[in-house]
């Protein structure tokens, strides 16, 4: 744990707990509208700490739902990307040889792809939901995962450890998932960190183009949106949302840098 | 060398047709057609329509015809500009993107390339650290809240720049956007600079030619630059890709009619014949571009072309 580690962790987990009780302790309600308070500054007077916007809700409890939103995106997208990059990565370097080549060319060409646009256009397919937006940010965050985890197999499967296993007569599924996946955990913790950042900025970016949460849901990227439409009178409405995601992103970015130079000194990829 | 770009060439053929497929099956295995959500149109009329826009066919039939289309440049007409087929639509919008685009790129280069041997040279200074924090921010922070920031600091309330397209003329108008797009990928560039530099000036043939008494400049110049280039260069590729991501936002913040700006709208009316285009046109633009890269990577590093 160094410095860097502690402070930015110790940021992002007090925003956390913020987004999860602030709500709670406000008596607004993120889609309670009030005519009487449009856009109002940011002030102690009616618990309105962050303002109002155009509609009159509360800035504070949209923005800390949006923190909640974006959060919990981030979290599952990672785990889809992690569930699908560990069990491809895993396979290709096992099996080693031609079908290793065939799966890491096929990584090689999706690398290539402009990817956010398929997930635009699987938005503009599909009605937009919730679990879509998971697992279409996951889907296309799964690849460097894939990667890392297929070059650590690469190098973990002329262990002894798991010649002993193949000797005694053990599946391939069984040695992949019991005894080379927990030897991965180290390296598939730090690129999830890194992994959180991105799987944020695509919610974000989605939403902000008026693709992803819909209203009265709300993410960190939604209000940016909306505080752009009201910038020249109520610069708040941008630059606390702003604020909030660019902390967030700078926090998890330092986060994992700081954590795979600690857990993996091998460096960038 | 010829050789190599021929193969390349060829190895591009499979990964567009995977995009193409890909994309038109999304687009048309979407529940509900293109024309639900208008007001409910009386069944010949839909049927009329749907036989106009080649709806009714069976999907490979539709494949088949969208293929050779697109062979001829044809992407078959929009569904909601409807005097414009698509190809116009995107010859139209796409010479703004491109030069707003290729602008942010020589901006990036440029100073990140110089911000990265900077901190390099001065390593572990103030300057050093300060450069990298920058850098660190700027790779954190979204396009989509450093251009509207940028807007509210020098446009809203210094007024030193124009925010607006319409209106305002030649430079004035790209600069604002140009820096928007560039800020991500100079910090970027600047970072992978920085790292391959020290790694270059560690090396044995620097150790040298500073032994043979050349001066800082003259051995950066004529020696670390371009071995420090290869990883900038590789990052190339992911680079247009995000340039072309970031320009579908500033497009939409800055109202640009270029290319993204219409993606975005397609995208938000359902013009899927429009989307599907853009999206095709976008992923051929990045592949190709991604083998001119690969290309220059030969040019540059000798020991790649002989592979």
């Given at each position: 744990?160094?410095r860097?580690m502690?402070?930015?962790?110790?940021?992002l987990?007090?925003i956390i707990?913020?987004a999860?009780?602030?709500?709670?302790?406000?008596?607004?309600?993120?889609?309670?509208t009030?005519?009487?308070?449009?856009l109002?500054?940011?002030?102690?007077?009616?618990?309105?700490?962050?303002?109002?916007?155009?509609?009159?809700?509360d800035?504070?409890?949209?923005?800390?739902l949006?923190?909640?939103?974006t959060?919990?995106?981030?979290?599952?997208?990672?785990?889809v990307?992690?569930?699908?990059?560990v069990?491809?990565?895993a396979?290709?370097?096992y099996?080693g040889g031609?079908v290793?080549?065939?799966?890491?060319?096929?990584?090689?060409?999706?690398y290539a792809?402009?990817f956010?646009?398929?997930?635009?256009?699987?938005?503009?397919a599909?009605?937009?939901?919730?679990?879509l937006?998971?697992?279409?940010?996951?889907a296309?965050?799964?690849?460097?995962m894939?990667?890392i985890?297929?070059?650590?197999?690469?190098?973990?499967?002329?262990?002894?450890?798991?010649?002993?296993?193949?000797?005694?007569?053990?599946?391939?599924?069984?040695i992949?998932?019991?005894?080379i996946?927990?030897?991965?955990?180290?390296?598939?913790i730090?690129?999830?960190t890194?992994t959180?950042?991105?799987?944020?900025l695509?919610?974000?970016?989605?939403?902000?183009?008026g693709?992803g949460?819909?209203?009265?849901?709300?993410s960190?990227g939604?209000?940016?949106?909306?505080?752009?439409?009201?910038?020249?009178?109520?610069s708040?409405m941008?630059?606390?949302?702003?604020t909030?995601?660019?902390?967030?992103?700078?926090?998890?970015?330092?986060f994992?840098?700081a954590?795979r130079?600690a857990?993996?000194?091998?460096?960038?990829? | 060398m010829?050789?190599?770009?021929?193969?390349?060439?060829?190895?591009a053929?499979?990964?567009l047709?995977?995009v193409?497929v890909?994309?038109?099956?999304?687009?048309?295995a979407a529940p509900g057609?293109?024309?639900?959500d208008?007001?409910v149109?009386?069944?010949e009329?839909r049927?009329a329509l749907?036989a106009?826009?080649?709806?009714d066919?069976?999907?490979?039939?539709q494949f088949?015809?969208?293929?050779?289309?697109?062979?001829?440049?044809?992407?078959?007409p929009?569904y909601?500009?409807?005097?414009?087929?698509?190809?116009?639509?995107i010859?139209n919008?796409?010479?703004?993107?491109?030069?707003?685009?290729?602008?942010?790129?020589?901006l990036?280069?440029?100073?990140?390339?110089?911000?990265g041997?900077?901190?390099a040279?001065?390593?572990?200074t103030?300057?050093?650290?300060?450069v990298?924090?920058f850098?660190?921010?700027g790779i954190?922070?979204?396009?989509?809240?450093v251009?509207?920031?940028l807007?509210?600091l020098?446009?809203?309330?210094?007024?030193?720049l124009?925010a607006?397209?319409?209106?305002?003329?030649?430079?004035?108008?790209?600069?604002?956007?140009?820096?928007?797009?560039?800020?991500?990928?100079?910090?970027?560039?600047?970072?992978?600079?920085?790292?391959?530099?020290?790694d270059?000036?560690?090396s044995d043939?620097i150790?040298?030619a500073r032994?043979?008494?050349?001066?800082?400049?003259?051995?950066?110049?004529?020696?670390?630059l371009?071995p420090a280039?290869?990883?900038?260069?590789?990052?190339?590729?992911p680079?247009?890709?995000?340039?072309l991501?970031g320009?579908?936002?500033?497009?939409?913040?800055?109202?640009?009619?270029g290319l993204?700006q219409f993606?975005?709208?397609?995208?938000?009316?359902?013009?899927?014949?429009?989307?599907?285009?853009?999206?095709i046109?976008?992923?051929?633009?990045?592949?190709?571009?991604?083998l001119?890269?690969?290309l220059?990577y030969?040019?540059?590093?000798?020991?790649?072309?002989?592979?």
């Amino acid at each position: 744990m160094n410095r860097g580690m502690k402070i930015s962790g110790g940021i992002l987990l007090g925003i956390i707990a913020a987004a999860f009780i602030g709500p709670l302790l406000s008596p607004h309600d993120y889609q309670q509208t009030n005519f009487d308070a449009l856009l109002q500054n940011p002030s102690s007077s009616d618990f309105h700490f962050f303002g109002t916007d155009d509609l009159g809700r509360d800035l504070f409890v949209r923005s800390m739902l949006g923190v909640q939103i974006t959060i919990l995106v981030a979290i599952v997208a990672s785990v889809v990307s992690l569930l699908i990059g560990v069990a491809y990565g895993a396979t290709a370097g096992y099996m080693g040889g031609r079908v290793d080549a065939v799966m890491m060319r096929f990584v090689d060409t999706l690398y290539a792809l402009p990817f956010i646009f398929f997930v635009i256009l699987l938005m503009v397919a599909f009605e937009r939901n919730f679990l879509l937006i998971f697992v279409a940010i996951g889907a296309i965050n799964w690849l460097d995962m894939a990667r890392i985890v297929r070059g650590q197999t690469l190098s973990l499967r002329e262990r002894e450890f798991v010649e002993a296993a193949r000797l005694t007569g053990v599946s391939t599924a069984r040695i992949v998932f019991r005894h080379i996946a927990p030897n991965l955990f180290g390296v598939i913790i730090v690129y999830v960190t890194l992994t959180i950042p991105q799987a944020i900025l695509v919610e974000s970016f989605l939403s902000f183009l008026g693709l992803g949460i819909q209203e009265p849901q709300t993410s960190l990227g939604a209000l940016v949106d909306a505080g752009v439409n009201q910038m020249e009178g109520a610069s708040w409405m941008l630059l606390i949302p702003a604020t909030l995601l660019a902390v967030i992103l700078l926090c998890f970015n330092f986060f994992g840098d700081a954590m795979r130079d600690a857990f993996d000194a091998r460096g960038e990829k | 060398m010829l050789r190599y770009a021929l193969k390349r060439l060829l190895g591009a053929i499979p990964t567009l047709l995977l995009v193409i497929v890909l994309a038109f099956l999304m687009v048309h295995a979407a529940p509900g057609g293109p024309f639900d959500d208008q007001r409910v149109l009386p069944p010949e009329t839909r049927e009329a329509l749907e036989a106009a826009y080649n709806l009714d066919a069976p999907l490979h039939e539709q494949f088949t015809n969208y293929l050779s289309g697109l062979l001829r440049g044809d992407m078959g007409p929009s569904y909601r500009y409807r005097d414009h087929t698509v190809s116009e639509l995107i010859g139209n919008a796409f010479p703004v993107s491109l030069k707003l685009g290729a602008m942010a790129m020589l901006l990036a280069i440029c100073i990140g390339v110089a911000a990265g041997t900077v901190a390099a040279l001065r390593r572990n200074t103030l300057l050093d650290r300060t450069v990298m924090v920058f850098a660190m921010t700027g790779i954190s922070i979204p396009v989509f809240v450093v251009a509207p920031v940028l807007v509210l600091l020098l446009a809203v309330k210094l007024q030193w720049l124009p925010a607006g397209w319409s209106g305002n003329e030649g430079l004035a108008r790209f600069t604002l956007p140009v820096i928007a797009l560039a800020l991500p990928q100079i910090a970027y560039i600047a970072r992978l600079t920085r790292a391959s530099m020290i790694d270059v000036l560690a090396s044995d043939f620097i150790r040298t030619a500073r032994a043979q008494g050349l001066g800082t400049s003259a051995i950066v110049r004529y020696h670390a630059l371009k071995p420090a280039m290869l990883p900038v260069l590789s990052y190339m590729g992911p680079a247009i890709a995000a340039i072309l991501t970031g320009s579908v936002v500033v497009e939409e913040i800055f109202g640009i009619p270029g290319l993204g700006q219409f993606f975005v709208r397609g995208a938000l009316n359902r013009d899927y014949t429009l989307v599907l285009g853009i999206v095709i046109f976008y992923a051929t633009l990045v592949v190709l571009l991604n083998l001119v890269v690969d290309l220059l990577y030969g040019v540059i590093d000798p020991r790649i072309r002989h592979r």
